[in-house]
């Protein structure tokens, strides 16, 4: 059985380019071994998180619970989570989104501002964000 788990997160430091690169690295080092792909979204601005991971039951559950006692991450909330047919992210064992690429129009289709802001979105406009941003190709980082 399939589920997408989708949360919202700040880093508890400061988090620079090269901290940001050693994430997208151990996900794709570890991701692919579990069964996980997934959506990683940073927004600079605001410092906030938002990850999509789709994956086994229980693969998504460890590692949900793992992020969620990490203490490099801080008010660590889930935002939607559910069983799925298809995965939407599999073609990433974690892609990155380009901030940089993102239509401020696209955030304000979800959310009261133009700054990512997850933590006042619904959940499931959080996951309609995430599909609009592939279908955008504002999707970056090597596939698989």
């Not at 090269?18 to 080092?29: G, P, V």
């Not at 006692?69 to 069983?83: Q, S």
């Not at 696209?106 to 309609?128: C, D, E």
């Amino acid at each position: 059985m399939l589920v997408r788990l989708m949360y919202a997160s700040r880093p508890a430091a400061d988090l620079d380019a090269d901290a940001l690169s050693a994430i997208l690295r151990q996900c794709k080092d570890n991701n692919p071994a579990q069964g996980i792909t997934g959506l990683l979204c940073h927004c600079p601005r605001s410092g906030i998180f938002m990850q999509a991971l789709e994956g086994s039951r229980a693969a998504v559950n460890r590692l949900y619970l793992k992020i969620a006692h990490d203490p490099r991450h801080a008010d660590v909330e889930l935002l939607h989570y559910g069983e799925i047919a298809e995965r939407h992210f599999s073609s990433w064992s974690m892609g990155l989104v380009n901030m940089s690429r993102l239509n401020p129009a696209l955030l304000l289709k979800y959310s009261t501002t133009p700054v990512l802001n997850p933590y006042g979105m619904p959940g499931r406009a959080s996951l309609a964000l995430f599909e609009e941003l592939v279908a955008t190709a504002s999707v970056m980082a090597e596939r698989g």
